[in-house]
């Protein structure tokens, strides 16, 4: 049986609307742990993506295209280095 972070069950309700299996919360799906990993990508990635960016090197990905697509896109940019 899934509980949430408050421990309490999560009702049958609680579904994935295509597949019908039940849906739970993550232990580390919180609030603070998102503003976490929000602060490590701001303090973190950010800086390095505008340290490389005006070196060509930073290439852009629509990874919320379909994941052959995705990877097409990556296997295109790797092999001609356009941004």
């Known amino acids: 049986?899934?509980?949430?972070?408050?421990g309490k069950p999560i009702p049958d309700t609680m579904k994935d609307d295509i597949t019908g299996d039940k849906?739970?919360?993550r232990p580390d799906d919180t609030a603070e742990a998102l503003k976490k990993r929000l602060d490590g990508y701001k303090n973190q990635t950010v800086p390095i993506l505008d340290h490389y960016a005006p070196r060509g090197i930073v290439k852009n990905i629509d990874?919320?295209?379909?994941?052959?697509a995705v990877w097409a896109e990556v296997k295109a940019k790797l092999a001609n280095g356009t941004k």
Request: charged residues 20%.
């Open 23 to 25: 849906l739970f919360q």
């Open 1 to 6: 049986r899934k509980v949430g972070p408050d």
């Open 63 to 68: 990874g919320g295209a379909p994941i052959a």
